[in-house]
């Protein structure tokens, strides 16, 4: 069975209901449908009724089985508005607002993941990643132990020869725009438990890449780098890691013993931690678009309950994908 076919089982096995908040967009209904029939997610959509018929009408959808909730009638929506002023009120929340923001399904969704009446949410068909993911740290937060959520990509390269079998993990590709040493090495460690608990890596080996290899260049940018690998060894000391590596010493063995020789990573890598948002989200598109990889995510990591991102360009199929990953991620498994 396949990487992506093995996590659409796990998904079915955990039995999860996850909300999709974007409830008249037209791809998102298509995969609703079919998460449905499946039998991969049960599925809320949030939006106003009428609309969300005539949408589902309109892309010839049934709706059968699905469940529809409208914010602004829902019997829900009192708890939850009095729920988001008591945790933003410190913040500078006032009734009224949190009235108008509970009525957008974003904030809604992201609620009732929070509050339990769902498991996960997606969305991202329609929003940009920054609108999704507010909502989701204003009230989901993160989970113990982790400060800073980040986001990362499962690659599944035709080159097998790279990674695991083709098999890779990109972070952080979606939401960081910087990360100071300590927070990549913390991004690091999260990844390598989506490595473990979604991509099925049994030994995640994680290089933090840079544009020198162990002291090549002479360089600040370099120099937070390596800074992060320190940190990670230490921090993590049953993880393999290192760096600061160039992309090839890090993934091709000659290049890697050439490079940096006695390296328990170079060579051999399968989890990739870039320098910033702007290295890892062109590196993961460019993969994707020159390399002919699959690349499936964002995955959000180190939320204390999962939602994920969609990429406005997805298909269905990248949606009905990142559903089966938000029900795979959670608590028991660390991602
Ligand atoms: N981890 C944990 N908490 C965070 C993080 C984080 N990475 N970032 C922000 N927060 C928290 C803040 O502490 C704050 O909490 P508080 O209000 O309780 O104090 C809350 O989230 C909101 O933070 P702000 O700084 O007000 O939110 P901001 O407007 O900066 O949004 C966001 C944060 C959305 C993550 C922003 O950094 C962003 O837009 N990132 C880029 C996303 C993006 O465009 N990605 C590329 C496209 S994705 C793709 O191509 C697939």
Do not use: W
């Amino acid at each position: 069975m396949d990487l992506i076919a093995q996590i659409r089982d796990k998904a079915r096995q955990a039995g999860r209901h996850i909300v999709l908040a974007e409830g008249t967009e037209q791809r998102t209904l298509i995969a609703a449908a079919a998460i449905v029939a499946a039998g991969i997610a049960r599925i809320t959509l949030l939006g106003r009724e009428a609309e969300i018929k005539a949408a589902a009408e309109q892309a010839q959808v049934d709706l059968d089985g699905i469940t529809l909730i409208d914010p602004e009638t829902s019997p829900l929506y009192a708890d939850f508005t009095a729920e988001f002023l008591r945790l933003r009120e410190k913040k500078g929340m006032t009734a009224d607002k949190a009235a108008a923001t509970m009525k957008n399904p974003l904030y809604f969704g992201a609620m009732m993941v929070y509050q339990g009446v769902c498991q996960g949410m997606v969305a991202g068909a329609e929003n940009s990643t920054g609108d999704v993911l507010r909502p989701a740290l204003q009230i989901i937060k993160t989970r113990p132990g982790v400060s800073i959520v980040s986001g990362s990509f499962l690659i599944i390269s035709p080159k097998t020869e790279y990674g695991e079998g083709g098999v890779m993990i990109f972070a952080d590709c979606a939401v960081n725009p910087e990360l100071n040493a300590a927070q990549m090495a913390e991004v690091a460690y999260c990844s390598a438990l989506t490595a473990q608990h979604i991509a099925g890596i049994e030994e995640p080996r994680v290089a933090f890449l840079s544009f020198s290899t162990k002291g090549s260049a002479k360089n600040e940018l370099a120099e937070t780098v390596a800074e992060a690998a320190k940190i990670a060894r230490e921090r993590y000391p049953d993880l393999l890691s290192d760096g600061e590596l160039q992309l090839d010493a890090a993934i091709v063995p000659n290049v890697g013993a050439l490079k940096a020789p006695g390296s328990p990573v170079a060579g051999r890598a399968n989890v990739l931690i870039f320098p910033d948002l702007t290295s890892g989200n062109i590196c993961y598109k460019a993969v994707q678009r020159f390399g002919g990889a699959q690349a499936i995510g964002p995955i959000l990591q180190g939320m204390a309950k999962p939602v994920n991102d969609l990429s406005r360009g997805c298909s269905v199929e990248d949606i009905i994908n990142t559903v089966a990953l938000v029900c795979c991620q959670g608590a028991d498994c660390g991602c």
